[in-house]
């Protein structure tokens, strides 16, 4: 396990293979093969989104995917980013800022980035899913994301990766 | 935070770059025919599910390897028109057509031209150059999201 540089400033990714969390949801979300083969697999949840076909889910998707890298690319030139714009608490009642080491995610269509909250404002990716439940607990691939998070989480705890600074002596 | 600590913490947090940058400014700059390309994969995707073939049989019909048709299926394939025609051969359908815009545009320009001649009566060498133009076309992708009916058209 490696925590990497993702050139968007305050922006980690935890890297479990070959590549990283954030490039290999990328990867997968602009592969038309993958997507047509989720979405067919994922197809009777599609109705509650108002797509009726397939082909249309996986066109969307290119489009949401666009949007999102569009986001990361604009906070990697912009002088003052804003890494707070593009996530919010992975619970969406839960309102708390202070938490320790929070679960976030963040959105683009039905698109999700899910990171860890170290504090000082750096947000650690974990994964992503494409999320067509209401609920992450409805879904294996949400599911299997949720374990990820908690996983990172007690990882980042156990090895006292609290704080923005403990991150950046360790990154210089 | 002693040194063997601070060792271990190192081997984790690294100064290791992700590459999604490099292959997003790429996608950027290349997206009008890496859209092309994720179209033609969703027709072809679409007639292997009709015709309830597999990956490998298309390919054993092309006469590619698999790897190959795992290639363009992912849709980032800069393919070329042999492989288009290929893929159209196998599977019985049209995935691009040719259509000649040029001419259909200097039509438009000759019929926007003579509801001006009545005013101005340009002669015809004036019209001539709009007209020779017509030999030039472009590309469109076939797919929508009718796709499947079309398929079911053509075969």
Redesign the interface.
Known sequence: VKIINTFVPQLRAFKFSSVDELERNLDLWTNTKYLYEFFEKNKSNLSFFDVSTVAEAVEKTLLYVEVLRDNLIELVYQKNPNIDSLFHNLNDNEYKADVLLSKQKSKSGWLRLYAIKVEGNIYVITGGAIKLTEKMSQSDVTIEEQKKLDLCRNYLKDEGIYDELTLMELMI | ?NNN??Q??????????????A???W??VN?KWL?RS?GV??SV??AL?EKEWSQKKLAQEMKVSSQQI?KI????QNLTFETVSKLEDALGVTLMEIIPFRRENAKQIIQAKSLREEVSKPTKQQIQPVINVGNKATLKIAYN?N??VQYKNAG
């Not at chain 2, 081997?11 to 590459?19: A, L, P, R």
């Open positions: 935070m600590k601070k271990s913490l190192e081997n984790i947090v690294t100064t290791e770059n992700s590459g999604w940058l292959k997003a400014l996608a950027k997206k859209n994720s994969s969703l995707l679409e599910r795992n299926l992912k849709g980032q999201r796709a499947s």
